[in-house]
C-alpha cells in the first residue's frame, strides 16, 4: 500500500510562486510514474505535469514554462514549482503515483485513470 500526502497549497496574488510537495510513503519504488493534477470548482480534474521513471516530464500546455516537476528520491518526495501563477491555476491540487505505467507511457500519454494512488490534495487560491 502507499500513501501519497500533499502540502505547500495557500492564497497568493497572481505572479507569485507556490511549491507543493508530495510525500511518499510505503511500498514505493523509484521508476514510478508519478504525477500532478488539479480540478477547479465546477471542472473536471485534469493532467497539470509527470515525470517518467527516466526522469523525463512532460506538462500540460497551460503551464508550460511557468511550473516544473521534480524530485527527491532519497525523501520519497514529488516537488511542484509554481511560478508567474495566475488566478486560472486556481484550484485543488493532487500528486499521483503508480508502478504499473511503464517508463516511456508514462511520460507520453498516462492519463487520470492510469494511476492508482492519489493524494487528499491540497488547495491552490491566486488572486487577481
Known amino acids: 500500500q502507499v500513501q501519497l500526502v500533499e502540502s505547500g497549497g495557500g492564497s497568493v496574488q497572481a505572479g507569485g510562486s507556490l511549491r507543493l510537495s508530495c510525500v511518499a510513503s510505503?511500498?514505493?519504488?523509484?521508476?514510478?510514474?508519478l504525477g500532478w493534477f488539479r480540478q477547479a470548482r465546477g471542472k473536471e480534474r485534469e493532467g497539470v505535469a509527470r515525470?517518467?521513471?527516466?526522469?523525463?516530464?512532460m506538462y500540460a500546455d497551460s503551464v508550460k514554462g511557468r511550473f516544473t516537476i521534480s524530485q527527491d528520491r532519497a525523501k520519497n518526495t514529488l516537488y511542484l514549482q509554481m511560478n508567474s501563477l495566475k488566478p486560472e491555476d486556481t484550484g485543488m491540487y493532487y500528486c499521483?503515483?503508480?508502478?504499473?505505467?511503464?517508463?516511456?507511457?508514462?511520460?507520453?500519454?498516462?492519463?487520470?485513470?492510469?494511476?492508482?494512488?492519489w493524494g487528499q490534495g491540497t488547495q491552490v487560491t491566486v488572486s487577481s
Open positions: 510505503g511500498d514505493t519504488d523509484v521508476n514510478w510514474c
Open positions: 515525470i517518467d521513471g527516466d526522469g523525463s516530464t
Open positions: 499521483a503515483a503508480d508502478g504499473k505505467i511503464s517508463v516511456g507511457y508514462c511520460r507520453a500519454r498516462a492519463r487520470e485513470t492510469d494511476f492508482g494512488y
